[in-house]
């Protein structure tokens, strides 16, 4: 085929994959700072011993704020 050069689409293959690790590497970073953050901020209620307990609220909180960290790291990268 005319026009197919290998080392190109390996090249694409690579950055998306190099891409898609970056994305990966932060979102966990930044879920992890926005919850140890979170955590800091609400110091009058242990909001995993709520979780545990079925507080279906505190939950929602989290779901919403990994959520959103989400979508800001997304838009980032």
């Not at 926005?34 to 901020?41: H, N, S, Y």
């Amino acid at each position: 085929m005319p026009g197919l050069d290998w080392g190109t689409i390996l090249m694409q293959y690579a950055r998306a994959i190099g891409w898609s690790i970056t994305a990966a590497v932060g979102f966990a970073f930044g879920i992890g700072i926005a919850l140890k953050v979170f955590d800091m901020l609400s110091t009058d209620i242990d909001e995993w011993e709520e979780i545990k307990k079925g507080n279906m609220g505190v939950s929602l909180i989290f779901i919403s704020l990994i959520v959103m960290v989400g979508l800001l790291v997304y838009k980032v990268i």
